[in-house]
């Protein structure tokens, strides 16, 4: 099966015979460990052996929207450990009538 539409959109790339016209349908998909559904997207399905192929135009535009060129993606993000003052734990712990048990 080919991963691109052929030069006449009109003829199915999986059996040649059926004809394909675009329709919405829903695109369901993980993104960074979250779900993403996004309802109506442009879709090229056959009307004789039903093969549906999201549009390629769209997914692209779509791969833009969500990785912007020059931002790192959301994995390469680390959380920055919490710094903790532990000359305040010391006084603390050092005058235990100052603290407030609230």
């Known amino acids: 099966m080919k991963s691109s539409l052929p030069a006449n959109p009109e ?3 999986r059996c040649y015979v059926g004809r394909i016209q675009q329709k919405g349908t829903l695109l369901s998909t993980i993104v960074n460990g ?3 559904s996004i309802p109506n997207f442009p879709t090229w399905v056959c009307d004789m052996c039903h093969i549906s ?3 390629p135009a769209a997914i692209a535009q779509l791969r833009a929207l969500l990785v912007p ?8 993000k680390q959380r920055k450990p919490k ?3 532990t000359q305040q734990e010391n006084k603390v712990s050092q005058n235990p009538a100052k603290t ?3």
């Open 100 to 102: 407030n048990p609230l």
């Open 11 to 13: 003829t199915c790339p």
């Open 53 to 55: 192929m999201y549009d």
């Open 83 to 85: 710094l903790v003052n």
């Open 69 to 76: 060129l020059g931002t790192p993606s959301r994995q390469s």
């Open 34 to 36: 979250e779900l993403l």
